[in-house]
């Protein structure tokens, strides 16, 4: 162990021991609850959905009333129903539903050839809401009710394109839906995004646009476009805002809705159903010290500080109070638009917009090394970086990295992410916490030349790290005998980090747990023996909800298509 790794070490020990005596009430208060508490995470449950890299198990939910876990299987247009009365042997689905006949059948679709993925499940009440896309994607597409004990419909909303997410109020009276409006292959169509809003009584549904944010929009002065990203092709506002996922304040009031591609966050006043602001997420520099990263896969662990702004993008957001002030928690993974530019044959106007093109594709994501072929020109601070152990294979995004310095003189690359989760006042958007270079760092010290390994492809260290890292994608909070804590999924290298976040502006590191065999290939022998690969959705349930009175915490994982249960195990230090 190197004298760094031997420092990290005591740091993390420093800082779980933290983690372990900090206490705090209901509302971050102090309280005496919580203190003393020490908690773990095991996983006691775990079955396969549909097979390693097949249709995924991408969004799950906990259904406290029937004991039922439901976990969406995307491609194939299914969600998957386990009965979790015993959560230690949960075994396959009781019970497949097939949710795109099920509209046909109820005359919500003429045919289940108009009707594409399955993206999101949320269950409240005694209700199951599914978020459904059309065929193709660029339509509008559905959310599909269910009674949450029989499994029958109850009825479908057609909501906007590609509804990506949905969610319910705390207290189940209305559903709210994050439609991304993904262009397609090539931006021949390009909807806006939208969110929807679904009164659970009535079914009665409100959309919620973004025209007044467009160019010559009356509220179009309001973005804040030295913190946020506007792209497309020939895009106006509203076509390059993409909802991505969401979560409500506890009373109810707001909702947060993240703009992955734009680098934003979106408040939702939900009793107007208006949209209050759009809040801009800004840049992490990654040559401060303590932001250091790994930006080659070439070149084994070198964790360093470059000339170099994460844009943080995040997807999975999720949201907690503390003091009488709620605050936003955001996994940063980070995310181009390049599958949808490549097949773009109209050179003008991808550079028009921004991009680069090739003669052949339009692209964003390039590397320091090909800026002899673009029209970037590489400034003092990137001299001599453009090695296979410098910057020169980190991917970037030529949009941003253009547009953030002014032109063509580059001194500063934009990159896609954070490696992180931060933590954001709701009200002021300031970031009051980011986890810095922990991801990067804790997974080099356990894993060594084995970290930023990839979910699927050959058994290789280093691989992501010129992409993204271990790109953290699921996060969710949960309160426990007066702590809160926040459990991030990350997506490439695997696993879930734990922090106790009860105080906002100083969370404390307390565990990482990754039951995934990282000395041997992602595959389908590995998802077999046990590994979890690409976790995409975690959901907390609280003691009072779960089957067995311990807290869980229910993990969907995509590429190994599995739907795993994992216990919190509690330890009162001051036994």
């Known amino acids: 162990m190197t004298f760094e790794r031997t420092l990290l070490a005591s740091a993390l020990a420093a800082a779980s021991l933290f983690a372990l005596t900090a206490c705090d009430g209901d509302d971050g208060a102090a309280g005496v609850d919580g203190a003393g508490q020490a908690i773990s995470l095991e996983r006691v449950g775990r079955s396969h959905s549909q097979g390693f890299n097949v249709a995924g198990a991408e969004i799950v939910d906990f259904h406290a009333g029937s004991k039922r876990i439901f976990t969406v299987n995307a491609n194939s247009g299914t969600v998957d129903v386990f009965n979790a009365a015993d959560v230690t042997t949960l075994a396959a689905p009781t019970q497949t539903i097939n949710v795109r006949q099920m509209l046909v059948d109820n005359g919500d679709a003429a045919s289940t050839a108009v009707i594409g993925n399955a993206n999101s499940v949320s269950a409240k009440g005694n209700l199951v809401a599914v978020a459904i896309e059309a065929n193709p994607k660029t339509d509008n597409g559905w959310v599909l ?57 009535t079914f009665a549904v409100t959309h919620i646009g973004f025209s007044a944010f467009n160019a010559g929009g009356a509220r179009n002065s309001e973005l804040p476009m030295t913190k946020m990203l506007i792209g497309g092709i020939n895009a106006t506002v509203a076509q390059s805002l993409e909802p991505e996922y969401i979560t409500v304040r506890a009373d109810g009031a707001e909702a947060y809705v993240s703009l992955q591609e734009n680098n934003a966050v979106a408040v939702v006043n939900l009793a107007s159903n208006a949209i209050t602001k759009i809040i801009g997420l800004g840049f992490k520099n990654h040559a401060l010290p303590g932001n250091e990263l790994d930006a080659s896969q070439r070149d084994g662990v070198n964790l360093r500080n470059w000339p170099v702004m994460g844009i943080y993008m995040p997807d999975s957001v999720a949201s907690f109070s503390y003091a009488g002030r709620t605050y936003l928690v955001t996994a940063n ?124 492809g050959s058994l290789t260290g280093d691989r992501r790290s010129n992409s993204k890292g271990p790109e953290p994608e699921a996060i969710a909070v949960g309160r426990i005998n007066g702590h809160t804590y926040a459990f991030v999924g990350l997506e490439r290298m695997g696993g879930i980090m734990v922090y106790d976040v009860s105080n906002p502006f100083a969370p404390a590191f307390v565990q990482y747990v990754n039951d995934r065999d990282a000395t041997r290939a992602p595959d389908a022998a590995a998802v077999a023996a046990g590994t979890d690969l690409g976790p995409e959705s975690i959901r907390f349930v609280s003691a009072a909800d779960s089957p067995n009175g311990k807290p869980l915490l229910v993990v969907g994982s995509e590429v190994s298509g599995t739907t795993s249960v994992y216990e919190v195990r509690i330890t009162d230090l001051r036994d």
């Not at 294979?393 to 949009?399: D, E, F, I, Q, V």
């Open 333 to 456: 993974e980070g995310d181009s638009r390049e599958d949808w530019l490549n097949p773009l044959a109209d050179g003008t106007a991808c550079t028009s917009s921004g991009y680069y093109f090739d003669g052949g594709e339009c692209k964003d994501e390039l590397e320091l090394r090909n800026l002899g072929d673009s029209d970037f020109t590489a400034g003092a601070a990137l001299t001599g970086l453009d090695t296979d152990s410098t910057l020169g294979r980190l991917r970037m995004s030529y949009h941003a990295t253009k547009i953030m310095n002014g032109g063509t003189s580059i001194n500063t690359v934009y990159a896609y992410g954070a490696r992180s989760f931060s933590i954001w006042d709701a009200a002021s958007g300031e970031q009051v916490f980011d986890s810095a270079n922990d991801f990067e760092r804790i997974t080099a010290q356990r894993y060594g030349a084995l970290f930023n390994q990839d979910h699927n």
């Open 145 to 201: 009710f269910l009674n949450a004990t029989t499994l029958a419909y109850v009825d479908a909303v057609a909501v906007g394109a590609l509804p990506d997410m949905v969610t319910f109020t705390p207290d189940g009276s209305k559903a709210i839906v994050a439609n991304e409006g993904e262009p397609d292959e090539g931006y021949s169509i390009d909807p806006e995004g939208s969110i929807s809003v679904i009164n659970t009584g």
